[in-house]
């Protein structure tokens, strides 16, 4: 099986939607495209920044990881997919509008 695009299955992770934490999503990205350093978790993290600065996620709330559970004293945030990220998600062959 050929994986999609990173930026493309995040859009779809997040077309179901829900609002998610990116630590969570970035976890989930990390299995299944077998990236297990902490420059790849970042990139992932980046990408959806990228994703939310491009005005298709927006963030819905943030909190510092108080636990570690992402990077210690980092900001985590939730994210949910905007009318425009469902739009170009559908473009991208993604989803059904």
């Known amino acids: 099986m050929t994986l999609r695009p990173i930026k493309f299955r995040l859009l779809e992770l997040f077309s179901d939607g829900m ?50 559970v992402y990077k210690k004293g980092f900001l985590l945030h939730k994210y949910v997919i905007t009318d425009f990220g469902k739009l170009r998600a559908s473009d991208a062959c993604l989803m059904y509008t």
């Open 19 to 68: 609002e998610h934490w990116n630590n969570e999503i970035v976890t989930q990205m990390q299995k299944e495209y077998n990236m297990k350093s902490d420059f790849e978790r970042d990139s992932i993290n980046f990408d959806i920044i990228e994703l939310a600065s491009g005005g298709m996620l927006k963030s819905v709330e943030s909190k510092v990881d108080e636990e570690g």
